[in-house]
């Protein structure tokens, strides 16, 4: 079997492809904010392309204690009667946003003060129950606002601990106080919030839009800050609001007719302090990280540290030597006191048992590997923060280019059974991650959530997979038949070698476990603010500490997977293929515990369809995690043993 061997000369020469691919496309996608908008005062045509109606864009709702989000009409607020959707492209679909144009338009520099919107009766049936109830769902959840102006999130910002003020995108739609006067969630901020067993409404909202002037360019002025602040009014008067009476609340148990009236207010702060190239600083700065992130690099670099010091010692002393002393042997005599690695240069390139499952991992792994290293480049280099749109472009880069790498990769496996192989690398681990994500899905669709994918857009995901990802598979598996296989640099024997008794530290097992263990150490503090970016709808922005732990993860899988192949080949055990993926690989399952761990500790998440969700989509996320791990410990492996039995002479 040459299927391990020839991939490594098909990653070269498709990382060129790759590389010419992606620059290609460099220039011929747009990313959402990062071209300004000049805005200016109705009538003023001195500045042109200029706007003077500032339109707010709402997106999905979502809560911290449900993996449901929902869309913004699923809530029966004000609407537009003619609704006009943004195109939305496939990341953002993926990612569950469903951005819509809302009744919210305001001029610029025009300010207003409780303009009402609308108002919503809810009457004593059952159709409008049902609403108020869903509503009241909402508000007992902590449901979440998001909303946008100029491709920026509106901020609710408030003060925390050590008087400091924490900007979070996105307001809760009301708030909830027990039978007992407990107020949860933002009822605690509004001391007038003490009627029992109630729901609060924040039916108005403040909105304070921060812009600067470019005076010299004369380009107008730019938006560089939007900031709300909810707040809960009851409005005798429905026809004419004035935001003046007491908050408005809804009893638990109430029956009858209700009517809430949605109000706002505007302001605009002109701030020659900040630029438009700097404006997400505010809400970046408002999530002190920075410390705790510098505090997992140090412990991973320590980590690394000292595998590179064990690394070095074999490779410079111990491995140095024994290699030096074999190749002074001259006579049979001397070349019967062999012992440890060099015994079984016979055996430690014969094929692996089920090698046709690994090169399929193998080509998965790689094809996840590249990308992971795109994606971190990307958005370290062109977005303050993950964006879809990213996403939507990657997407189509890994069908066209990464696949590719992929299906020439498994396709090097180069035996009788080749059809089978480029069977399997298209379909298995695709497959297992669509079959996943389907069922998710219609758990989704049950729970008629904006997360669920449209039916459209799926059979547009499975038409990039048979019509374009397939076709590709086989036409690499048509050229990689082709190839010629790799030299090995010492011949296999006919006869296998058996196997000496192991001791218990270099059993299969005990090796894997103990493998997985120092590659996780390095990451799992940045893997806590990753699931807090998922599950609790932080913003992720720390692109430079992840790329750095990137690297880091990547070195340490490479040399523990070194580390304990040679203490297994010392100890005559030349079955090291799939041990170098599965030592790597088991940092999956450390993963997968903490990501247990994390759900039970960290999350309040209630309902048996959002615990569902959660542990559908972790799955899939450990299974890509293990086949990228896995990949990295094979790859330095093979490097490592090829390296030293290349420059062992063998009789």
């Not at 170098?580 to 515990?593: E, H, I, P, Q, R």
Request: charged residues 15%; glycine residues 6%; proline residues 5%.
């Amino acid at each position: 079997m040459t299927n391990c061997w020839q991939s490594v000369s098909a990653v070269r020469m498709l990382l060129l492809l790759f590389g010419a691919a992606l620059l290609s496309r460099a220039a011929a996608f747009y990313l959402p904010g990062l071209a300004p908008v000049s805005f200016c005062e109705p009538g003023n045509d001195k500045v042109p392309d200029c706007k003077s109606t500032i339109e707010l864009f709402v997106n999905r709702l979502d809560s911290v204690e449900s993996v449901l989000p929902y869309e913004y009409t699923a809530f029966d607020f004000c609407s537009e009667t003619t609704m006009k959707r943004p195109s939305e492209n496939l990341g953002q679909v993926l990612f569950g946003e469903r951005i819509e144009s809302s009744p919210y338009k305001f001029e610029f520099k025009k300010p207003a003060v409780c303009q009402k919107v609308c108002t919503r009766i809810y009457e004593d049936n059952p159709s409008d129950r049902a609403k108020l109830d869903f509503l009241k769902k909402g508000m007992l959840l902590n449901y979440q606002h998001h909303w946008i102006v100029d491709n920026m999130p509106v901020t609710w910002c408030y003060d925390v601990e050590d008087g400091q003020k924490f900007c979070n995108p996105g307001f809760p739609i009301g708030c909830f106080v027990t039978e007992v006067g407990q107020p949860k969630d933002a009822c605690v901020v509004n001391s007038n919030f003490n009627e029992r067993d109630s729901f609060y409404i924040f039916n108005h909202v403040d909105i304070t839009i921060y812009y600067h002037i470019v005076e010299h360019e004369q380009l107008g002025a730019r938006l560089v800050a939007a900031k709300i602040e909810p707040k809960s009014y009851e409005h005798p008067n429905d026809q004419s609001p004035d935001c003046s009476g007491g908050p408005k609340f809804l009893k638990n148990k109430h029956t009858g007719m209700f009517k809430i009236t949605y109000t706002y207010s505007v302001n605009f702060v002109e701030d020659k302090t900040i630029r438009w190239a700097s404006r997400w600083d505010y809400i970046l700065e408002s999530m002190p990280h920075t410390n705790i992130q510098w505090f997992s690099i140090m412990n991973s670099l320590v980590i690394v540290l000292f595998l590179s010091g064990m690394v070095a010692m074999i490779m410079l002393r111990t491995l140095h030597k024994d290699i030096a002393r074999y190749n002074q042997m001259d006579s049979v005599e001397d070349a019967q006191e062999e012992f440890g690695w060099k015994l079984v240069h016979g055996d430690v390139f014969r094929p692996p048992r089920k090698g046709m499952l690994l090169s399929v991992f193998l080509g998965s792994g790689t094809q996840i590997f590249i990308m992971t290293f795109v994606t971190l480049c990307m958005s370290l280099l062109l977005h303050p923060f993950i964006h879809p749109s990213i996403f939507s472009h990657l997407h189509y880069i890994a069908t066209s280019i990464s696949l590719t790498i992929q299906i020439i990769e498994s396709r090097s496996f180069g035996g009788e059974k080749w059809k089978t192989n480029v069977l399997l690398t298209a379909f298995l681990c695709p497959g297992v991650v669509f079959a996943d994500f389907f069922v998710m899905n219609l758990i989704l669709w049950g729970e008629r959530s904006s997360a669920a994918m449209p039916f459209g857009t799926l059979v547009a995901i499975l038409a990039l997979w048979f019509c374009i990802s397939v076709p590709l598979t086989f036409i690499g598996a048509y050229f990689g038949f082709k190839k010629t296989g790799i030299e090995h640099p010492v011949r296999t024997n006919q006869i296998p070698r058996q196997i000496p008794e192991q001791s218990f530290y270099t059993k299969p097992f005990p090796g894997i476990i103990m493998g997985g263990i120092l590659p996780f150490g390095c990451i799992f503090i940045q893997l806590f603010f990753i699931l807090n970016s998922i599950w609790s709808h932080q913003m992720y922005y720390m692109f430079g500490f992840l790329f750095l732990v990137f690297i880091i993860l990547v070195i340490t899988c490479s040399e523990a997977t070194i580390l304990l192949c040679y203490f297994h080949l010392c100890a005559e055990d030349y079955h090291w293929q799939w041990r170098s993926f599965l030592t790597s690989g088991f940092t999956a399952v450390y993963f997968l515990v903490y990501a247990v761990h994390y759900f039970f500790s960290k999350l309040q998440i209630t309902g048996l369809a959002s615990t569902i969700l959660y542990f559908g989509y972790t799955m899939i996320m450990a299974l890509i995690f293990f086949l990228f791990t896995g990949s990295i410990g094979f790859f330095a492996c093979f490097w490592f043993v090829t390296k030293i039995y290349s420059v062992v002479k063998v009789d």
